[in-house]
DNA sequence: TCTACGTTTCAATGATGTTTGAAATATTGA
DNA sequence: TCAATATTTCAAACATCATTGAAACGTAGA
């Protein structure tokens, strides 16, 4: 369960318009990554750059690293994003459960029924 | 539907501690919201700081302002909060359903069942 | 071992963000 | 109109963040 701190750090790694591309680029590449220099290319920004901007990330818990010979291929922490939602939610629902019914609408949309 | 660049917008705005608090704050006071002198108390910051943050969170569209005699009452902007859950659950979801679940799980929680 | 490749580290620079206290503004009630 | 209350604006100081280019590092293949 994520806290408030941990929700700080997460909510300022994603809100630079490079970092949040970068985890959107992250995110639809799926549990398969992308190496740094692809992402670099995908994200439109310098290597010494996107490094800066991915140590971030990683600070925050969004992403994780993994070398594949000489290239690094980074991931999306899909359960720290997951974790992110539902701290929103959590605070957006508290005391007002109706809040939550566009998100919930939303989730219908992009995803099959929970078991 | 937010883009882009209204969720960095809004997650930069989260991503600092005293804003973060402040939302918190007004999520759980509900649609009444709360005066700016008892945000100030509640979240333990200066008059002149709340106001600098509040405006932060206002051109982020997180909050809105009215004035009520002297005072000037605050309130969480649910449907932009919402936004937000969304922007982050359509690309956490892109692709990957199976990422949504614990979000889910968590709505269940927290929410009744949506209509 | 040498060279090329992919990435990170470092130091410098400029840009933004945060905090503070004093002064200004708006509102109310005497 | 005057004084009190609630809040914002302003300017200054300080801290943090983003970007750049050069240099360093680790890995792979000739």
Redesign the pocket.
Known sequence: MMDEGQAVAAF?AL?????LRIVRRLVTAGPEGL??????EAVG????????????LSRAGLVT?Q????????RAAYPDLSALIQFLMRDCCQGRPEVCAPAVAALATCCPEPA
């Open positions: 300022a809100g630079q318009a490079h970092r190496a740094a220099g692809l992402l670099a920004v310098s290597a010494t750059n996107l490094s800066f901007h991915l140590k971030e690293a070398r594949e010979g000489r290239s690094i291929r980074y």
